[in-house]
């Protein structure tokens, strides 16, 4: 499971800067944070390490758990499209995706052999607007504890870009085909396109990453390097980040292809995996 443990125990000793994805990470099932898992993050900040959320959650959405390992840096959200300080409010990036695309992704997700699969989300000043509300949607806005607001036709949400665009399904083939017809549609340069979930396709402004946002927060926040940096997450929305810092930790719940670019597996989150990385690298 772990990979150049001597260079691990290097880079663990310069670590100032930790990262936490949400979903599969820090939360599982519960959709809480664990108390062991609080517990070690509290233990980091007691040794002078920074905690950081990195999530392709809603900003609002993502607050809470931001206020649970009583973070003091800024929150980033939507894959780090929109990076806002919470105690004082500043939105350090808002990037957003272009209403052309937009309604170009929108005619795609409408096709007639599409549209009954896919419940299409709109995310537009830290609000999810939606077609219709289907039974995805709801159990996503319970999960996420937002309210969405439906509005028959998407275009009429456009008066404002969104920050994301998501297309869940509970079919992963049917999401496994939309990312890759989309991807030979688009390329890096237009849109960054993701998987946070099996279930969900997600669109943000290209220069949108979680790699992106570590980075500025880092580096051109904190004064760091990546060398300071450890950050754990689950899934292909996490890659990026978890190549750019000097310790990237893949959960043991990670699609293969994600576990494969990390330098050490932790447990899965059912078991603390992100309490025992922790503890085996920072305290």
Request: aromatic share 8%; hydrophobic share 45%.
């Amino acid at each position: 499971m772990q990979k150049a443990s001597t260079d691990n125990q290097a880079a663990a000793k310069d670590i100032k800067l930790l990262v936490l994805d949400v979903d599969g990470t820090i939360a599982g099932h519960s959709n809480t944070i664990s108390e062991p898992v609080k517990q070690a993050i509290f233990a980091a900040q007691a040794r002078g390490i920074k905690v950081a959320i990195a999530t392709g959650r809603m900003y609002c959405s993502a607050l809470r758990f931001h206020q649970d390992i009583s973070s003091t840096l800024p929150l980033m959200a939507y894959q780090g499209a929109w990076i806002q300080d919470p105690i004082t409010q500043k939105i350090h990036r808002h990037w957003v995706v272009s209403r052309e695309i937009a309604y170009q992704l929108l005619d795609y997700f409408e096709q007639p052999e599409l549209r009954s699969l896919l419940s299409v989300h709109f995310y537009i000043n830290d609000q999810l607007y939606v077609r219709e509300l289907t039974r995805e949607t709801k159990i996503y806005a319970e999960r996420s504890g937002v309210i969405p607001i439906p509005v028959g036709d998407l275009r009429q949400a456009l008066t404002n870009e969104p920050t994301k665009i998501l297309a869940l399904s509970d079919d992963i083939d049917v999401i496994d085909k939309l990312l890759g017809n989309l991807r030979r549609q688009y390329t890096p340069a237009e849109l960054y396109m993701t998987t946070s979930v099996a279930t969900f396709f997600e669109a943000t402004n290209a220069s949108v990453n979680k790699g992106t946002a570590v980075r500025y927060l880092a580096e051109e926040l904190l004064g760091l390097q990546l060398a300071n940096v450890m950050a754990i997450g689950d899934n292909f929305n996490d890659v990026e980040m978890l190549e750019y810092v000097g310790l990237g930790v893949a959960m043991g719940n990670a699609p293969a292809g994600v576990q494969a670019i990390a330098k050490w597996v932790a447990p899965s989150v059912e078991e603390d995996g992100a309490a025992v990385a922790i503890k085996k690298f920072l305290l």
